[in-house]
């Protein structure tokens, strides 16, 4: 029923660009003209004329029981597409256990973009979550590529069941979407801490060790640009969204996710005595903007104490000695990476980006 299919991705380490590369091969094979589009680097948001019925993919990993930033707002940004149909389709971290397949926990990274597609009056037509092995190799290591296999060929035939089912024109929701919904709906809170806290402390716990030869291929790859060579070293900047696509493609492994940084920021930021601060504060503000108040001061001094102390250590590991202690005691050291079976740098089309003279992914011009 649909003569036209295109697919706007988001992936760090290839999960969501993998399902999205399936989906378009399962619609190619039906005779629809599929386009898949990472939104790397967007900055203007036009989408090509539909070659007759149009079906539009928005494929992304979860990320702390939300979906990145980065996609949301480029769904914020979608322009409104009145009858347009539509689907929802969030890789999340699957895991094998003991031979059972694991899945990995949504929180509001469906529920929430759909209501945005709503609003902009497209019809949702399917929502898959699909278990992809996990890549957040900042808190495990990168599995097994026998697990790899397993988890990834029962996603694709997963894949293949849903592109049946919504290219013949019926709708497709798997019921524990609906049964899990509400415990992803109580996970809301902690997606917001995550939103607020959490994508930016994680961004600024990479580090890059001595084994860094200054190739610029986190640079030139990352798609949110987050990455800047400051004195030959990559330096990460708060709008990172911990994709864990630089970590994974380094040549040299150089880069780590700094866990005895990560124990420092925490250790400071526990020492600072702002909740004291905020008791004789609150004495001379109105007792209805109390919450508030003490809400934003508490995000900034949180958010500062990250900044500076990250920054200091930034500089200090110039020093080698330092860097070396560093390095030792980031546990990524010693783990397992992750790509997604087939996935390699050259896949990452962000390239172009970099250039003055080009700075948008060309198809999204
Ligand atoms: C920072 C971060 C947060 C994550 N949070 C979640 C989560 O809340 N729930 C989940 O199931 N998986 C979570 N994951 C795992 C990824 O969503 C999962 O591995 C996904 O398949 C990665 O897709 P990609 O390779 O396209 O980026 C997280 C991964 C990262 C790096
Ligand atoms: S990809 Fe690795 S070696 Fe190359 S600049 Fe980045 S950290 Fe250094
Ligand atoms: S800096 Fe690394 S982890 Fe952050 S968005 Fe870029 S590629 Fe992803």
Not at 43 to 71: D, E, Q, S
Request: aromatic share 12%; net charge positive; glycine share 4%.
């Amino acid at each position: 029923m649909y003569t036209d299919l295109l697919i706007y991705y988001f992936s760090g380490t290839g999960n969501a660009l993998s399902a999205a590369r399936w989906i378009a091969e399962h619609a190619r094979k039906k005779g629809i003209k599929a386009e898949i589009i990472p939104i790397d680097r967007f900055k203007k948001i036009t989408v090509p004329p539909a070659a007759g019925r149009r079906l539009i993919g928005f494929c992304y990993p979860t990320h702390g029981f939300n979906l990145p930033w980065y996609m949301l707002k480029f769904i914020m940004k979608f322009p409104i597409s009145a009858h347009c149909d539509a689907f929802l389709l969030n890789t999340r971290a699957g895991s094998k256990i003991f031979g059972w397949y694991a899945p990995g926990i949504s929180g509001i990274a469906q529920v929430l973009p759909a209501l945005i597609l709503l609003m902009k009056r497209f019809r949702i037509r399917g929502m898959l979550p699909l278990d992809m092995p996990s890549n957040w190799i900042s808190i495990h290591p990168g599995f097994k590529s026998a697990t790899v296999v397993g988890i990834v060929a029962r996603c694709r035939s997963m894949a293949a069941g849903f592109c049946e089912r919504i290219f013949s024109g019926r709708a497709y929701y798997r019921p524990n979407v609906f049964i899990m919904l509400p415990v992803d709906l109580a996970l809301a809170p902690i997606a917001f801490l995550y939103f607020i806290y959490g994508r930016f402390y994680l961004a600024k716990v990479f580090i890059a060790s001595t084994d860094c030869d200054t190739c610029r291929l986190c640079e030139i790859k990352c798609p949110t640009a987050s990455i800047k060579i400051i004195d030959r070293r990559p330096f990460w900047k708060f709008t990172c969204e911990s994709c864990m696509r630089c970590i994974n493609i380094c040549p040299r492994k150089a880069i780590q996710t700094s866990h005895s940084l990560a124990v420092i920021i925490s250790v400071i930021s526990s020492l600072l005595p702002v909740a004291l601060a905020l008791r004789l504060l609150d004495a001379y503000i109105p007792p209805a903007l109390a919450r508030p108040v003490d809400f934003i001061i508490e995000w900034s001094v949180t958010i500062s104490t990250i900044f500076i102390v990250s920054g200091a250590v930034f500089w200090l590991i110039r020093v080698k000695i330092i860097n070396t202690l560093f390095t030792f005691t980031s546990l990524t050291k010693y783990w397992r990476r992750y790509l997604a079976p087939g996935i390699r740098p050259k896949d990452y089309q962000t390239k172009s980006a970099l250039s003055s003279s080009s700075p948008e992914p060309p198809s999204l011009r």
